[in-house]
């Protein structure tokens, strides 16, 4: 019994450090993540997401008949730590991915869908946005 209060003792600050480590890196901190996108407009991304068809495999707040599942919500997409699981959360990335997501995923279920650069900022604000 002595030994295992031991054990204890010594693990608990161990323990205590790991679990704030892992609580700043999941409770994230969401003053880190870029809120506004240089060049993009959030209401022309509502309307670029209509155009696109986003919300055919999408869940989106905001734009109307936009509530599939097929992919993921898109809801609180600024309290995300990635992008398609394996991006930092940051605008330029969100970008790129929107423009191009077979690029930077090949065989992601995403389609290219031929979303310009400035669409693609356009929808990188509005999902920010909420």
Same mark, same amino acid.
């Given at each position: *019994?002595?030994?295992?209060?031991?054990? @204890?003792?010594?693990?608990?600050? +161990?323990?205590?450090?790991?679990?704030?480590?892992?609580?700043s890196a999941y409770?994230?901190?969401?003053?880190? %993540?870029?809120?506004? @996108?240089?060049?993009?407009d959030?209401?022309?991304?509502?309307a670029a997401?209509?155009?696109?068809?986003?919300?055919?495999?999408?869940? !989106?707040?905001?734009?109307t008949?936009?509530?599939?599942? @097929?992919?993921p919500p +898109?809801?609180?997409?600024?309290?995300?730590?990635y992008?398609?699981?394996? +991006?930092?959360?940051q605008?330029?990335?969100?970008?790129?991915? !929107? *423009?191009?997501?077979q690029?930077?995923?090949?065989?992601?279920a *995403?389609?290219?869908?031929? %979303?310009?650069?400035?669409?693609?900022?356009?929808?990188?604000?509005? +999902?920010?946005?909420?």
């Amino acid at each position: *019994m002595v030994f295992h209060r031991r054990v @204890v003792l010594f693990l608990a600050p +161990l323990i205590m450090l790991a679990v704030a480590a892992c609580g700043s890196a999941y409770g994230r901190d969401f003053a880190l %993540v870029q809120r506004t @996108v240089e060049g993009g407009d959030s209401a022309l991304g509502r309307a670029a997401i209509r155009s696109y068809g986003c919300g055919s495999c999408h869940s !989106i707040p905001g734009v109307t008949g936009a509530n599939s599942l @097929v992919g993921p919500p +898109l809801n609180e997409f600024y309290k995300r730590h990635y992008i398609a699981g394996n +991006l930092p959360n940051q605008a330029d990335n969100l970008i790129r991915w !929107i *423009m191009n997501p077979q690029a930077i995923e090949p065989g992601t279920a *995403m389609p290219y869908m031929g %979303v310009t650069e400035a669409d693609a900022r356009h929808i990188a604000a509005y +999902l920010y946005s909420r």
